[in-house]
């Protein structure tokens, strides 16, 4: 265990031994290889006919979701034909969880407000059956010709690409979506599992920096929400001022927000932090879950589930 | 618009191949989308659906892409190749295959799926397809 812990920075131990249960365990998943995990493109295909085609891959379904898969033997996948062809995404299993939660239904107007690379992007296209619109959002040049890659190869025909400013964004589109999705930008400590990038950039002023553009992004996302819809709110990092920290500003600027309980059967969450740091966050906060890597072998992950009333204020 | 008449015609697509969908020319590419996204304007989007075709002087070129999602029912000018002629053209090389159908794009088939475009000049069939990543 200390082998593990001195692959981490003094600082990054001593936050997260304080909060963080089963630590020992956590320590060790994070440093373990992730399992190489994709979706089955159902605008394209089956997922009998992608078992068929990646049989040499031994895919097992995952127990929460029936379109995710882990491949036991993963190494190449991203060169198969079938992946060319857009009837699989790879994409860890936490990270398809937030669109799972969000739910968006075939005609809904849906906001991706940070969409690059676009692996939720696409698998809200599906859940959608390629109808209705999503505007897939992201200010970074580059970052968006990814998106519009990935987008292509998966056969979104329900998708506008933007390239807005997010923070500025809701003023063109205020009230306008049923639901949306807001999947921070943030210090990505969950990812350090797939790149020990995250690791080597890692400050905790880095996490504040990115704690400011993310009460930017909730906010503009809840603006552009229509009364009465829904906005899920998720980074891959499990920093408290990225995470809890952020929905409570939300709700001291609109009280009226709620934060919606949700399970996911099969999948195991945690209840997000009562306090950190002195704070105390409000108790309904704790109904947002966080996604540990020891608990189901992915990234870690942040999900909060937020409801706009039809009678709310922006 | 008769470029997707010609289209249709051309791969024996059924008459509701884009049926729900809308399409916007810019230049000399179509667009295709469903309708909110094509009138979608709030945000000014740098792209609106997917790329249909281009359009040139003596002929339309549909892309891969959409032809992945939108050809799925092609009746005619379809190629069907086995695994080692599907990755040498997904690599961007030519192939030589004797096949029954008219010289000009055609549709490369693998496994039931509309792998991307070719065009086709009897015994070569040189990939269309957009080089994205090697497949192995």
Redesign the interface.
Same mark, same amino acid.
């Given at each position: 265990m200390r082998k593990i812990k001195s692959l981490f920075p003094e600082e990054f131990i001593d936050r997260y031994a304080r909060f963080i249960p089963d630590f020992d365990s956590f320590l060790e998943a994070m440093v373990a290889p992730l399992p190489t995990v994709f979706r089955v493109n159902t /605008? $394209? &295909?089956t997922p009998e006919k992608v078992l068929e #085609?990646l049989a040499d891959f031994q895919p097992q379904p995952l127990a929460y979701y029936p379109l995710g898969f882990v491949a036991r033997n993963g190494q +190449?996948l +991203? $060169? &198969?034909?079938s992946?060319? #062809?857009? #009837?699989i995404y790879i994409q860890d299993a936490a990270s398809m969880i937030p669109a799972l939660v969000l739910d968006p239904k075939p005609?809904e107007?849906v906001l991706d407000i940070a969409a690059a690379p676009g692996s939720k992007t696409t698998q809200m296209a599906a859940m959608m059956k @390629? &109808? +209705? #619109?999503? =505007?897939a @959002?992201d200010i970074s040049l580059d970052r968006?010709r990814g998106l519009?890659?990935n987008?292509?190869?998966m056969?979104? /025909? @329900?998708?506008? =690409?933007?390239? &807005?400013n997010g923070l500025t /964004?809701a003023q $063109? =589109?205020t009230d306008?979506f049923d639901r949306v999705l807001v999947d921070a930008p943030c210090s990505s400590e969950g990812t350090m599992r797939k790149t020990r990038e995250a690791l080597r950039r890692w400050t905790v002023k880095a996490i504040q920096r990115f704690s400011t553009v993310q009460r930017g992004l909730i906010r503009a996302g809840y603006q552009a929400l229509k009364p009465g819809g829904i906005m899920v709110y998720s980074t891959c990092t499990v920093a408290p001022e990225e995470n809890e920290a952020v929905v409570t500003a939300l709700l001291k600027r609109y009280p009226d927000a709620e934060i919606v309980p949700f399970e996911l059967p099969g999948f195991l969450t945690r209840p997000a932090l009562r306090e950190w740091n002195g704070e105390l966050f409000p108790e309904e906060v704790q109904r947002c879950r966080r996604i540990l890597p020891q608990d189901n072998d992915t990234e870690a992950f942040f999900v909060a589930l937020i409801r706009k009333p039809i009678n709310g204020t922006d | 618009m008769e470029q997707i008449d010609f289209l249709r015609l051309r791969f024996g697509l059924p008459a509701n191949w884009l049926e729900g969908l809308e399409l916007l020319k810019e230049q000399e590419t179509i667009f295709v989308g469903t309708s909110d996204v094509m009138r979608f304007d709030n945000l000014k989007p740098l792209r609106r659906g997917m790329r249909l075709c281009r359009i040139f002087p003596h002929s339309v070129k549909p892309t891969t892409f959409a032809m992945q999602i939108l050809g799925k029912k092609a009746m005619k000018n379809r190629i069907e190749v086995n695994d080692e002629q599907a990755k040498c053209l997904i690599n961007g090389s030519s192939i030589e295959i004797d096949a029954a159908v008219e010289n000009g794009f055609v549709l490369i088939v693998w496994q039931g799926l509309v792998l991307g475009v070719g065009l086709y000049k009897k015994p070569l069939l040189k990939s269309h397809i957009p080089k994205v990543r090697p497949v192995e």
């Open positions: /605008l $394209k &295909t #085609l +190449g +991203g $060169k &198969t034909i992946h060319f #062809l857009g #009837l005609r107007r @390629n &109808t +209705g #619109l999503i =505007v @959002n968006v519009i890659g987008i292509d190869r056969g979104c /025909l @329900n998708v506008a =690409v933007c390239r &807005t /964004l $063109k =589109v306008f | -």
